[in-house]
């Protein structure tokens, strides 16, 4: 079982800059597809960034696309998101989620870490 935590959240200026962290424990982390997801009060969570096993793929929601990047340190049991150019509509509270594959769900989820862009 992988347990996630998340990090690097705060309160930022719009045209700002953050970047999370999500440390997994107890499991391969190398064997994981990861992901970043965000949910804003009164909206469905969506995903925001995905990554392969080896980081070499990676994938984003169109609206952060030249904006976020998403990587991962597999000797650290780490994955990132960089956000850059910050937009007041990427309030959220962010989350990393975990799965064995490309065709399983996220079966591993972290707490969370809140992300304010103010205007």
């Known amino acids: 079982q992988v347990h996630l935590v998340e990090s690097g959240g705060g309160l930022v200026q719009a045209g700002g800059s953050l970047r999370l962290a999500c440390a997994a424990s107890?499991?391969?982390?190398?064997?994981?597809?990861m992901g970043w997801f965000r949910q804003a009060p009164g909206k469905e969570r969506e995903s925001v960034a995905t990554?392969?096993?080896?980081?070499?793929?990676?994938e984003y929601h169109d609206s952060v696309k030249g904006r976020f990047t998403i990587s991962r340190d597999n000797a650290e049991n780490i994955v990132y998101l960089q956000m850059n150019s910050l937009k007041p509509e990427d309030t959220a509270r962010y989350y990393c989620a975990a799965r064995v594959g490309p065709t399983y769900g996220y079966s591993y989820w972290g707490q969370g870490t809140q992300v304010t862009v103010s205007s």
């Open positions: 990554i392969n096993r080896s980081g070499g793929s990676t």
């Open positions: 107890g499991g391969t982390f190398i064997m994981y597809y």
